[in-house]
């Protein structure tokens, strides 16, 4: 196979270079007749049928998880004029991916409801991916004919039909995912495309990996004069350095909360094998990967151009997913069944989503499609509807079966009552007109520092049912920074393996004597610690009154801030934080 044209070099970074013609991948093939019309049409078929496909697998399996109701909260404090918090008065960033919540923040100005927006936006990003995807793939190989490969790999996997809804991010990662890389295969000498390739951070801290390794493969591509560089380097970190400065100086940390909560930096390797396995291993995921190697080393000279022009487009998504890859299983994976694999399992099909049409090709294509046939019909996680023995859940089956609907969007849980006596216990405090702490489904009710304080392991349900003037917390600390600033304390799920206790919340929170069960001497220990050190700082970096003063501050101490842990037992916090 040879190549049919070289990509371009735009003159506005490379002075005195004019820019040859850029080619389409949906103009017909050379040559002219019914033979080019249907070549033409086939490619058209590549890149636009997968995204049909998995816009209606999505939509029959269109969900709302409880992480997505996060997001929500937030949009809703933004739009009630509280700013971008979770709870009012309390700076506390809750949002891992802040496009995906700036995103929905606009939805919802423009009145559409926040929950569908999140719905039906993650869909549409997701299809349309697909569909820049498959583009950039064909672009690959100039006008030659093609057929699906990697695309089938994609629409074979329940997790993918999953989180092309749920509310979450994955639908905007997996769009920027494929739009940065058909900017970078189509243009890549544009300070528009490292505009885009820039943007990873803000889809998801840990797609800032695959943004270094684009910007990487940009240079490797363009080799810019000094002054394409710095523009280039200006425009892809213009957006996110501006931004980590608005973190730093309003919530006072490097990272979103989450991140924090989950140690994002610790390694587990050992758990991040097993969240590896248990997504292999269910959908045999080692025979479609022997097709794609039989496809990839039979492809000959299919990439146009010559030299490192031609490989690097090729081998940087694949470099990419693999170190998205790395990073999870470091971090010890996720309690979510496949979720965080799939940006990284979309980067290392990106080249070969389509391959030409040759005779090995073809037959590859033949094989994984079969596999996709079995996978989707037959072949399921072992634990379907139920949390697995490593932690590890079915995520959409379990909101399925706890609101007993199958397109859960609104979570009634109409099926699990024990979250329904705790919403009863909320609706009942909001109910008595005092200022009231609710611990926990048991209900107790204490008297408050101020409205209605909750506290509920379901962060997002929490968020639902809690007035936006109260304060909707969690032990693990997704939404509140005490509990995501103490040390691990239990070998429970993965991002939820820290738990406060009610001690620390009734000293923060509430008034008059502990509820039964609680320690008085906890109490007034982590009362005392609270006042001490770094956590009375941490106190005045989320919840003082925002000066330029404590904006300078925040921006100046973030570093340790974030970084800061404490002992989860009070008295020994009391005895190490105040001497």
Known sequence: MTSTHSPARPSHLFPGRSRPPSSSVLSPPPGSGPAAAWANRLRVAVWAVPALLIAYAGFRRRWMSDDAYIYVRTVRQVLAGNGPVFNAGERVESSTGTLWQWLLVAAGAAGVDPAVAAVYGGLLLTATGFALAGIGALRTYGGRAAVPLGSLVLLGLPPVWDFATSGLET???????????????????SLVTSLVIGLGPLVRPDLGLVTVVFLAAQWLVVRPSWRGLFAGAGAAGALPVAYEVFRAGYY?????????????????????????????????????????????LGRGEGLRGPGVVRLVPALAPVVAGLLCWLYVVKVGGDFMHGRMLLPGLLLMLLPVLAVPATRVGTLAAVGVGLWAVVCAGWLRMPYG????????????????????????????????PHHLRYARAV???????????????????????????????????NGSVVPLDGAALDPIGLAYPLAAHSERAVAGRVGHDKHLPAAWLVADRGVGAPPPGVSAAEVGAARRALRCGALGELEGAVRGRLTVGRFVRNVSGAWGRTSFRFPNDPVLAERTLCG
């Open 385 to 416: 509807g139920q949390i697995g023995p490593a932690g590890i859940a079915d995520e959409r089956g379990v909101y399925v079966r706890h609101n007993a609907d199958p397109h859960p969007v609104r979570h009634t849980f109409a099926g699990a």
């Open 252 to 296: 006072g940390h490097l990272v979103p909360l989450p991140a924090v909560t989950k140690e994002a930096s610790q390694s587990l390797w050992g758990r991040g094998l097993v969240y590896l396995g248990d997504f292999t291993h269910p959908y045999l995921l080692w025979v479609p990967a022997l097709f794609v190697a039989v496809a990839v």
């Open 427 to 461: 609706a009942a405090a909001g109910r008595s007109g005092t200022p009231v702490v609710v611990l926990g489904k048991d209900g107790w009710v204490r008297g408050s520092s101020g409205g209605v304080t909750a506290s509920y392991v379901v962060l997002g349900f």
């Open 171 to 189: 639908g905007l990662a997996t769009c920027w995912i494929a739009g940065a890389w058909l900017a970078l295969t189509t243009r890549p000498a």
